[in-house]
């Protein structure tokens, strides 16, 4: 057993870290809102690199999770989760790099060609990448751009999501990646990528509310003494942090295994997704209560990682339908084989 | 980042698990379910037979000198098998000799704390020292070159089997609580001594309490420096491995259960979506306690001591434990209370019987309130609120 990043991976992370630290500080997260996308940002990114990460041989899901983690801890405007989910795709299906110099993103429910009109409720980045990737019936298909970009619903998470079309003449170019049962494995398993990336963002954020909350329990005075010395408080981070710290090993072990252990992969992800889910909302929801009104009140942080931790995992709908998911792969039942074009 | 345990450690499982299946019979489980007491002499001396009681020991030690891989294997699969291995579990205590005791005391009870002949139970905790266990009351006296002890002891588990209570004792009241302890191995047949049992809700089903009137206790049977304890018992902590396990039987139980069908019914339980989503969710929760659990070997492993690390672990596998198991005995039905001696028990009896034994996971080896405490000050940085 190894806990470490390999160099490789820890380069990455340290890199991705200095430039937002830089580039992504929270005023620029405030003021990419109600959109949450930083054009200019995206810009810095792509040119030092990260934009090309998905598709790099010396990272893995590994290293992108760590790269995430950090992104996630800074609510980072833009939509590297979904452009690396997809990016992977792509090369996995052609054998070829995308290029790219504007985000791709991947629709992460299957669209049934004989029933519906393409449209799909809702796609992470939808509203901010020009090019998609999606499983349409049994097509996996990269389309777009779109003759416009569609605008952003007002939501929780300030995230820009939008509905998509993927197929007709509003859709844009459309090539074919791949058909049938290839199609769908490949497809399946750039979600399952995509709930580890979007995993370790949750950590991230997760752990970042936290120590928002340890640094203002230990400023905050109230009957003479520091809140963060009564045990009520100090109970509750204990389980908060406990929580953070399972999530980044499970976060790291679902990485892992979709290299080394592509049986196990699967359910891993599943869980990583729900883990981190559960232990984000768990420390945004204390780091709230224990910022007291403050943080209720806009002018304070918290309330910007409290939104996102509750929104960003509806993106794949409500998350106890991920349980199901998970049995499904722990526990499969016979069923019957789905019919050409049933997604 | 690499996950697996290692090719050597994977090989010990298969070897750990062979000799269990052997020896842990059907009816050395009946007899520990049914004394209470988690130790069976003949598998005791068969683990020491294969040299496994000393498993991790150095090999100058008469140990064999296993990695922490190995000995986590061992444990994992010992717990598999629900092997009664409270005996086992003792050998910590011989671990502490080995570091602090004197020469005499090495030669004199390390090879028969191997053999499988001598087990050493913990006495520390009082009546009115239990989570601040500094406080202990019970004193032991100078008098020439023995000391007279007195008081008495609580949750003292396997003394009624044990040659040897390691007994925790106030030497001096004049100084601060923690500087006042001396620890003492106490033999079990001196004149004074006497154990009761406490009958327990799980397993162990038994524990006891210890009661010392006037024994007297050589000095050549101290451990560490007169009043010294405290860093004695500091020792002995850092051998304590987080034994705590998650739900694990009790979900494979639940789920060989859920995946047969009983009469009347048109469809088996694991068809059922409220059932598979409350299955997943103790399966996340085992996933989670595992790898903290792994973190801690992997520390320890490194050469490091994973102190809040090992707090973290067995804070979340015990609370999981007491969620998951009580959830699954919920999934049972009406049927779910029956216990092991039941023949129709669902799931033989294992979930409702995993459910008694977790009420105790939260609280020995340190509480979650102390544990959260660690947590707290020495991983968040938050004030100390003890003394």
Known sequence: MDLELSAAEETARASIATLLDEHSPVAVVRAAEPLGFDPVLWDVLFVAGVGDWGTSHSLGLVGLAAAMREAGARLTPVPLAEHWAATRLVAAAEGADILAADPVTLVLTPTDAGSDAGRTRLVPAGAVAPLAVALDGNELVLVGPPEALPSSPHNTASSPIADRVIRGPEAGTRVVLATGADARELHANAVDEWRVLNAAALAGLGRRALELAVAYVLDRHQFGVAIGSFQAVQHRLADVVTALDAVDLLVDEAGWAAAAEPPRAPALAVMAFVAATEAARASTAASLQLHGGYGYTLERDVQLYYRRAKGWPLALGDPAAQLDALADRLWPRARPVPTTGAG | ?387
Request: aromatic share 6%; net charge negative.
């Open chain 2, 1 to 387: 980042m690499d996950f697996t345990l290692g090719d050597r450690s994977e090989a010990f499982r298969v070897e750990v698990r062979e000799f269990l299946a052997e020896h842990v019979t059907p009816q050395v489980l009946a007899r520990t379910h049914a004394t209470g007491t988690v130790h069976d002499w003949d598998l005791h001396r068969a683990l020491a037979a294969k040299g496994w009681l000393g498993a991790g020991w150095p090999v100058e030690y008469g140990g064999q000198g296993r990695d922490p891989w190995e000995m986590r294997v061992f444990v994992e699969e010992c717990a598999a098998a629900d092997a009664p291995t409270d005996g086992l579990s003792m050998t910590m205590v011989a671990n502490t000799l080995r570091v602090v005791g004197t020469e005499a005391q090495k030669l004199d009870i390390l090879p028969r704390v191997l053999a499988g002949e001598v087990l050493i139970s913990l006495g520390y905790s009082e009546p009115g020292a239990g989570s601040d266990v500094a406080a202990a009351a019970t004193t032991a006296t100078r008098d020439g070159d023995d000391w007279v002890v007195d008081g008495e002891k609580v949750f003292t588990s396997m003394a009624h089997e044990a040659q040897y209570v390691f007994l925790l004792t106030r030497t001096n009241h004049e100084v601060a609580k923690h500087r006042g302890l001396t620890m003492f191995l106490v033999p079990t047949d001196a004149p004074g001594l006497r154990v009761e049992p406490m009958w327990t809700l799980g397993a162990p089903g038994r524990t006891n309490r210890t009661f010392y009137d006037g024994v007297r206790v050589p000095d050549a049977l101290r451990v560490g420096e007169i009043d010294g304890g405290w860093a004695v018992m500091n020792v002995a902590l850092t051998f304590e491995r987080g034994g705590t396990m998650a739900a694990v039987r009790a979900l494979d139980a639940t789920v060989s259960w859920a995946s047969r069908l009983r009469d009347a019914q048109t469809r088996a339980p694991i068809e059922d979506p409220d059932v598979r989503r409350r299955l997943a969710r103790v399966a996340i929760d085992n996933e989670l306690a595992r790898l903290l659990s792994l973190r801690t070997t992997w520390v320890a492993a490194k050469g490091g001591l994973p102190g809040v690390e090992g707090s973290m672990a067995k804070l979340a596998a015990s609370e999981s434990v007491q969620r998951s198991t009580a959830d699954l005995m919920d999934l049972l039905g009406a049927d779910g209370v029956l216990d092991e001696s039941e023949a129709d028990a669902p799931a033989g009896g294992a979930v409702e019987y995993a459910w008694r034994k977790a009420a105790v996971a939260t609280l020995y080896g340190g509480s979650s309130e102390i544990m959260r405490g660690i947590i707290a000050e020495r991983h968040l940085g938050l004030p100390r609120t003890r003394s």
